[in-house]
């Protein structure tokens, strides 16, 4: 069954449709504005893979056709992802990648295809927007939606979603991502713009986020399918508490006393290979496990010194510049 819905958000009109094309995806979506169109489509397997992350594949394509061109000369095919490709597959993937159960290990694959441009509207937009639509009417577990949009400003007046035009006009281009309860992602150039502007920008798009995830949930109502259970990789509890007896406060003395780069990593590696050492005979056979957890205490004491101590790992403040 095909179903669209339409909206016209702070002057950005789009209009999503599900159920026509791609139709054995486990979800996928039609997004619009003006004559630019994407396709994006998610899958996922049917299997957990025997890996120690989640492995999520996000892959965005322009391709030639989509401006009404045909690669000529000898080589007829397309090549690989553009600079401005793999940029804006990072842009899809940092809002959702968290999104995702903690110890979910289904491979999932989010293909977002520009099919057609009008040279107007920026297809990124619509891309970001159409992955977060896709995930959440598929039966992929997913805690979204999430909106996200372009935040430009010209004089004086912020603007949502601008043209190609009005970006090349704008002092402010912000790419702002988040739920209805956060910014989970921030991209932004500007042409010396006070903090004050960009604080601004930040509350003014996440305003127009609220309006697009509420567009969304109105899609999800219609057409989403019910979540599949799947077994997640959690850690034995006995094995965290012994890990980070072990280890923490070494790991944390390392931290605080090294600051130049290598010499920390090295440090860091010593202390993993020490760790797999003292547990391979108390957990067998549980190496990746012991790695991951051992992974989890260091990312935990890099926020933890970041957050409470306003230290980063070289040492400097939160607003100290690096020499160069």
Do not use: W
């Not at 996000?58 to 391709?63: A, K, N, T």
């Not at 979910?104 to 057609?116: G, H, P, Y």
């Not at 996200?148 to 601008?162: L, T």
């Not at 290979?273 to 190496?287: A, G, M, R, S, W």
């Amino acid at each position: 069954m095909v179903e669209k819905v339409e909206a016209d958000l702070f002057d950005f009109k789009f209009s999503i449709e599900t159920g026509k094309v791609a139709k054995q995806a486990s979800g996928s979506v039609l997004i619009r504005s003006g004559d630019s169109v994407v396709l994006v489509a998610v899958t996922r397997s049917a299997e957990p893979k025997d890996t120690d992350f989640f492995p999520l594949t996000v892959e965005y394509r322009e391709r030639a056709y989509a401006a009404g061109k045909i690669p000529g000369g000898f080589i007829k095919r397309e090549g690989r992802p553009s600079n401005k490709e793999i940029l804006i597959c990072r842009l899809i993937d940092r809002p959702i990648r968290p999104l995702f159960p903690d110890g979910f290990r289904n491979e999932v694959q989010v293909v977002a295809q520009v099919l057609s441009t009008d040279n107007i509207n920026p297809p990124d937009i619509l891309a970001m927007i159409g992955s977060s639509i896709a995930l959440s009417i598929s039966d992929i577990p997913f805690s979204g939606p999430t909106g996200s949009v372009r935040v430009g400003k010209i004089d004086g007046k912020y603007i949502i979603n601008p043209t190609y035009e009005l970006i090349e006009k704008s002092s402010i281009n912000l790419v702002v991502s988040g739920t209805k309860n956060a910014v989970m992602m921030v991209e932004s150039f500007s042409q010396e713009a006070s903090e004050d502007d960009l604080l601004e920008a930040l509350k003014f798009g996440h305003t127009a986020i609220i309006k697009i995830i509420e567009v969304q949930e109105e899609m999800i109502k219609k057409c989403g399918k019910s979540k599949i259970d799947v077994p997640l990789f959690i850690t034995d509890e006995n094995m965290k508490t012994a890990v980070s007896g072990y280890i923490k406060n070494e790991i944390r003395d390392a931290l605080n006393n090294i600051t130049e780069k290598l010499a920390l990593y090295s440090k860091l590696e010593e202390l993993e290979l020490k760790t797999l050492q003292n547990f391979k005979d108390i957990f067998p056979e549980k190496e990746k496990e012991i790695a991951e957890v051992f992974g989890d205490i260091k990312k935990d004491l890099f926020r933890q010194r970041i957050l409470n101590d306003k230290i980063r790992s070289d040492g400097r403040g939160l607003k100290d510049i690096r020499q160069i």
